[in-house]
């Protein structure tokens, strides 16, 4: 598979008057073509910075201050507005979780599907066809009314169609979507999910998928980042991570799933809250809340350290978290695999 | 409207009539005998009870014919049209004026919120909405007609060019006050509109920052502008009395002030009533802008 994006050691600060916020701190991963790639934390754990870092819409003041955003060899990070520019929509394109705020609320939808495509020579009716086409690609019935309709008079889940239609509008081989689901309800998300998985298929794109939602990864994603407190905490592909969790993170957030096995008791939580990113603790980040910390957890940061090929993660112990218990068993994948094929 | 118009010529005919002090004895002047104020008295109408008197000034406003004005001795129809462009144009160049200063400075604000730029701008808005306009409009004259002789200092032009002229500094003095509302309210709208998802999703299509900063950012900022400049150009019609009488420029303001202290009853009515139709009509093109400007809201 060909290797689309690379990023190396992504860091992304917000300097404030008093304090500096660290929100992204050393992200490395790769994303290749035609896959789904995951990136889930909590909220605050620097996910939707590191998106927003790959189209240079950092808000201000936050500022990439290290490392490397390779798109097919060219560094994002060093480029200027007018480069950026030629990447936005027609090589990555963004896709917000909110469909309530993410259009404009006083254009039409007609014009803000136009903009998508505004830097391509086509006539007034191309641009009518092809905009019908994307309206009908992620299923909004009509699409030649909906056109002149203004956002206000489409539902939650149109919306977030429309915003999906305008994010493919100019062909992206990157869709970054940041928690599309997250503002719509049960059934709406699962056809959107439904929805961004076949035009990956379709169109051959990939897609980075922000979430906070295990479940979504798991119906998704080929490959996974965990990210904590700015940092990625494991990655791998989906059957390891769900089979064979490493770092104490994953698998506390696991713990608080709800399963059969655990029906009528209690859900765990992970115990204390996610550390302030402008007070960073000296040594691992999760230690505070780490039921396996020991001292040099509290005194060194781990590296990213691989513990079986492909599977990295950040701690300090490796051969307590080989005991842990995935949430699903190894022969489930080969079950899982076969669901895929069908 | 109608309903508000009918209610608006009951205020303006009992308003003029609570007035203290006669108004012909002031015509007439100190030294009048008690038997000529009588006779004029009822000349002008005034024996009359309130209550014809009102019917006339309504009969008098559905047929158009305004009868005269006693102090200069003309039609008050014919006074007004006169006097009606002048402030329209007034108004409308120091509207224009505002515009052009507050909208792109706003813009420059808001985007570089809280840095030096955006700092010295609100401060000088500041300044300016605390300023008085009666005491910048001599401030000016000092400075550009008496000093650098620039400007004429007031007074009016038989050209055109003159008269533009002659427009000059009240406008700046009337537009002031206006220029520093609408550029805090545009500069706030702006700071809000740039954090709004919308922008960034515009931004992310790539399409060049001059689009994102009309079609979107500028585009929405416009719906609580034209908000603010309706208001603002209500108050404006009401400053020119001011503004007006400061310059002695001859509009309506000046006129209404004049015909307010020499007790034209007339003239006073129907100035009045002028004023009140202009609001009443900035208002409804306002509604009509909305229904443009943001289609959420239906007429």
Redesign the interface.
């Known amino acids: 598979m060909e290797k689309l994006l690379e990023v190396k050691d992504l860091r992304v600060a917000f300097p404030g008057k008093w304090e500096t916020v660290r929100a992204v701190d050393g992200v490395s991963f790769q994303v290749f073509q035609g896959e789904t790639f995951g990136l889930v934390g909590e909220s605050g754990c620097g996910k939707s910075q590191t998106m927003r870092s790959l189209l240079g819409l950092l808000k201000s003041p936050g500022q990439v201050t290290g490392g490397q955003i390779l798109y097919r060899n060219q560094d994002i990070a060093k480029m200027s507005q007018k480069e950026l520019r030629k990447i936005r929509g027609r090589e990555i394109s963004l896709i917000f979780q909110e469909p309530m705020t993410s259009l404009n609320p006083v254009l039409r939808i007609r014009k803000q599907l136009y903009e998508a495509f505004e830097g391509e020579d086509l006539t007034k009716e191309e641009r009518e066809r092809r905009a019908i086409e994307l309206l009908k690609l992620v299923g909004i019935p009509s699409p030649e009314t909906r056109l002149d309709e203004y956002p206000h008079q489409f539902s939650g889940g149109m919306r977030q169609r429309a915003m999906i239609a305008i994010a493919l509008g100019a062909r992206p081989r990157l869709l970054l979507a940041d928690e599309p689901t997250t503002a719509l309800d049960v059934t709406i998300q699962d056809q959107i999910m439904k929805l961004l998985n076949q035009l990956k298929q379709e169109l051959g794109m990939s897609i980075i998928l922000v979430t906070h939602d295990l479940g979504v990864i798991a119906q998704m994603c080929d490959r996974v980042a965990v990210m904590y407190a700015g940092q990625i905490v494991e990655m791998t592909d989906t059957v390891t991570l769900f089979s064979r969790p490493r770092h104490p993170y994953t698998y506390g957030l696991m713990g608080s799933l709800p399963s059969e096995d655990t029906a009528g008791s209690a859900l765990e939580a992970i115990g204390g809250s996610p550390p302030n990113l402008a007070h960073l603790p000296e040594g691992c980040p999760f230690a505070p809340r780490c039921k396996y910390a020991t001292d040099i957890c509290r005194r060194e940061r781990p590296e990213a350290a691989q513990v079986e090929p492909g599977h990295w993660i950040r701690c300090h112990h490796p051969e307590i978290t080989q005991t842990f218990q995935g949430l699903i068993q190894a022969s489930d994948r080969t079950a899982r695999e076969e669901d895929d094929h069908a | 409207m109608i309903p508000v118009l009918f209610v608006v010529t009951i205020l303006v005919f009992s308003i003029i009539r609570f007035i203290p002090g006669e108004p012909a004895r002031l015509i007439l002047g100190e030294k009048a005998t008690p038997e000529a104020i009588a006779a004029l008295t009822e000349k002008l109408g005034l024996t009359e009870p309130l209550i014809s008197q009102y019917f006339l000034f309504l009969r008098q406003i559905f047929t158009l014919d305004f009868g005269n004005s006693f102090t200069y001795q003309m039609p008050v129809a014919k006074l007004l049209a006169s006097r009606f462009p002048v402030t329209l144009a007034l108004t409308l160049m120091s509207t224009a004026l505002s515009l052009l200063i507050s909208l792109p400075l706003g813009y420059f604000a808001g985007v570089h919120k809280d840095k030096l730029g955006d700092q010295a701008v609100r401060t000088a808005s500041l300044v300016a909405i605390s300023m008085p306009s009666f005491w910048v409009g001599l401030l000016l004259m000092i400075v550009f007609a008496l000093k650098l002789r620039w400007f004429p200092a007031g007074g009016w032009a038989d050209t055109l060019g003159g008269q533009f002229r002659c427009l000059i500094l009240p406008a700046i003095t009337q537009s002031l006050m206006t220029t520093a509302l609408l550029l805090r309210n545009t500069r706030n709208c702006v700071v809000d509109i740039t954090?709004?998802?919308?922008v960034?999703?515009?931004?992310?299509?790539?399409?060049?920052?001059s689009?994102v900063r009309t079609?979107?950012v500028m585009?929405?900022a416009m719906?609580s502008t034209v908000t603010l400049l309706s208001m603002r150009m209500a108050a404006t019609l009401g400053g020119s009395v001011i503004i007006e009488t400061v310059f002695s420029i001859p509009g309506m303001g000046k006129l209404a002030s004049d015909a307010i202290f020499g007790r034209d009853y007339a003239v006073v009515q129907f100035v009045v009533l002028m004023f009140a139709v202009l609001v009443l009509v900035i208002n409804l093109i306002t509604d009509i802008l909305y229904s443009f400007?943001?289609?959420?809201v239906s007429l």
């Open positions: 954090r709004m998802d919308y960034d999703f515009a931004r992310s299509k790539g399409i060049p920052d689009e079609r979107h585009r929405n719906v400007l943001d289609p959420r």
